[in-house]
C-alpha cells in the first residue's frame, strides 16, 4: 500500500482560505472513512486536527474544516492567520498497513 | 486528560537493540477500544507508523521494519514499550508513542524522544 499524495508546500495571505489536498493511491473503502489531518509546528508532536474525514476535536478552531471526493481528502483553513505556519500531514488508515501518513505539506502564510 | 511521556537512550549503537517506553496517564493501558502505537519522523521527514498494540495485547506492525519490532504492555505500570532491533543509521529519529481511538485517528501524543544511531 501507498502512502497518500500531499502537495510539499502551500502559501497563503492572512484572512484568505487554503486548501491541502491528500490523495490515495488506489481507491480505497477505508481510506474514505479514516482519514484525519494534523498540524505539526517545528520542534513539537503532531496535533489532531480532523478526524473521520470532516469531524474536529472539541478545541479545534472552527477555521479548519475537511471534506473528501472520490480518493481526495482535503483540509481548508479559512481567515488564514500568521500561526497557521507550521506543517500538515493527513493520515489514512488501511486494512494491510493500518496507519498510513501522506508527505507533509508545509503551509507559509506570507 | 491523556498524557503519555516517551523515555529512552537518545544513543544507541548500530546493530544494537532500541528500547523505548511510553508512560501513560488519564487513561488506562488495558481499557477498550484503544490503540497504542508508536510512530516516528526521521529528521526533516515524515511521519511513519511503526506499530500498535491493542489493549488485549493484540499487535500490528509496519511490514516495511520486516519483523525487527516487538510492542509490549505494561498494565501494572501503565506502559508499552517498543524494541527495535538491528538498528542502523536510517533508523534515527523522533520516536512518538500516540494513542488511537475506535475512531482510529491519533488523538493523544507524546511530545516525542529523539534517537539517534550512532557508534
Known amino acids: 500500500q501507498s502512502a497518500p499524495t500531499q502537495p510539499a508546500s502551500v502559501s497563503g495571505s492572512p484572512g484568505q482560505s487554503i486548501t491541502i489536498s491528500c490523495t490515495g493511491a488506489s481507491p480505497d473503502v477505508d481510506f474514505s472513512h479514516y482519514v484525519s489531518w494534523y498540524q505539526q509546528r517545528p520542534g513539537k508532536a503532531p496535533k489532531l486536527l480532523i478526524y473521520g474525514v470532516s469531524n474536529r476535536p472539541s478545541g479545534v478552531s472552527n477555521r479548519f474544516s475537511g471534506s473528501k471526493s472520490g480518493n481526495t481528502a482535503s483540509l481548508t483553513i479559512s481567515g488564514l492567520q500568521a500561526e497557521d505556519e507550521a506543517d500538515y500531514f493527513c493520515?489514512?488508515?488501511?486494512?494491510?498497513?493500518?496507519?498510513?501518513f501522506g508527505g507533509g505539506t508545509k503551509l507559509t502564510v506570507l | 486528560q491523556v498524557q503519555l511521556q516517551e523515555s529512552g537512550p537518545g544513543l544507541v549503537k548500530p546493530s544494537e537493540p532500541l528500547s523505548l517506553t511510553c508512560t501513560v496517564s488519564?487513561?488506562?493501558?488495558?481499557?477498550?477500544?484503544?490503540?497504542w502505537s508508536w510512530i516516528r519522523q526521521s529528521p526533516g521527514k515524515g511521519l511513519e507508523w511503526i506499530g500498535y498494540?491493542?489493549?488485549?495485547?493484540?499487535?500490528h506492525f509496519n511490514p516495511s521494519l520486516k519483523g525487527r519490532v516487538s510492542i509490549f504492555l505494561d498494565t501494572s505500570g501503565n506502559q508499552f514499550f517498543l524494541r527495535l532491533t538491528s538498528v542502523t543509521a536510517a533508523d534515527t529519529a523522533v520516536y512518538y508513542c500516540a494513542r488511537a481511538g475506535s475512531t482510529l485517528e491519533f488523538d493523544a501524543w507524546g511530545q516525542g524522544t529523539l534517537v539517534t544511531v550512532s557508534s
Open positions: 493520515s489514512s488508515y488501511t486494512s494491510n498497513t493500518p496507519w498510513l
Open positions: 498494540i491493542y489493549y488485549s495485547g493484540s499487535t
Open positions: 488519564g487513561d488506562s493501558v488495558n481499557s477498550g477500544g484503544n490503540y
